[in-house]
T-cell receptor
Framework: GNSVTQMEGPVTLSEEAFLTINCTYT??????LFWYVQYPGEGLQLLLK?????DKGSNKGFEATYRKETTSFHLEKGSVQVSDSAVYFC????????????FGKGTKLSVIP | NAGVMQNPRHLVRRRGQEARLRCSPM?????VYWYRQLPEEGLKFMVY????????ESGMPKERFSAEFPKEGPSILRIQQVVRGDSAAYFC???????????????FGPGTRLLVL
């Protein structure tokens, strides 16, 4: 079946530090890949997505590249801000008759001034 | 363009009571998905509905849980005879059409946090 594995948190960084959150997946076919962000007490917001191999999704300074050879979709940001503190979820959609998103367990990021 | 609306945002029930969670999709979206998030966990798919039809309920518990998306009005997730293990955040998402390669995306509501005492 489909699965998503994220690096476990929590991750604590100083402001302006470089961020990487690892995400690897197992899926049949050619899934679409997503990063969602959840701020405290809120729902999930789509951060970025990629729908085919070698696509790079980007938004608000965050980037992730769809790597089929390593089945990975790592999230990166060059310089984090306190306002980036949130829980980040990697997810996939495999299609092929399945309508659901499969999520990782989430990685909590805390950015300190 | 309003986003996905869910209400109530917080719901407290005693064991054995019923919980009704409502979701209004984004304007122009006719596909609704329900997910459950347990503490410290990712979201788990429950059910996918289109107007008046349940398309995929493979993630729904077999008993006590039901969902509908009537022709008029919001989608409803109903939990009968709630137990403490039902305490979780329930999220609704909507999309214009089923996601395919290069296709559409699910947009999430703020969630309903259910607490069963």
């Amino acid at each position: 079946g489909n699965s998503v594995t994220q690096m476990e948190g929590p991750v604590t960084l100083s402001e302006e530090a470089f961020l990487t959150i690892n995400c690897t997946y197992t899926a049949t076919g050619y899934p679409s890949l997503f990063w969602y962000v959840q701020y405290p007490g809120e729902g999930l917001q789509l951060l970025l997505k990629a729908t085919k191999a070698d696509d790079k999704g980007s938004n608000k300074g965050f980037e992730a590249t769809y790597r089929k050879e390593t089945t990975s979709f790592h999230l990166e940001k060059g310089s984090v801000q306190v306002s980036d503190s949130a829980v980040y979820f990697c997810a996939l959609y495999s299609g092929a008759g399945s309508y659901q998103l499969t999520f990782g367990k989430g990685t909590k990021l805390s950015v300190i001034p | 363009n309003a986003g996905v609306m869910q209400n109530p945002r917080h719901l407290v029930r005693r064991r054995g009571q019923e919980a009704r969670l409502r979701c209004s999709p984004m304007k122009g979206h006719s596909h609704v998905y329900w997910y459950r998030q347990l503490p410290e966990e990712g979201l788990k798919f429950m059910v996918y509905l289109q107007k008046e039809n349940i398309i995929d309920e493979s993630g729904m518990p077999k008993e006590r849980f039901s969902a509908e998306f009537p022709k008029e009005g919001p989608s409803i997730l109903r939990i009968q005879q709630v137990v403490r293990g039902d305490s979780a955040a329930y999220f609704c998402a909507s999309s214009k059409r089923v996601i395919g390669r290069g296709g559409d995306t699910q947009y999430f509501g703020p969630g309903t946090r259910l607490l069963v005492l």
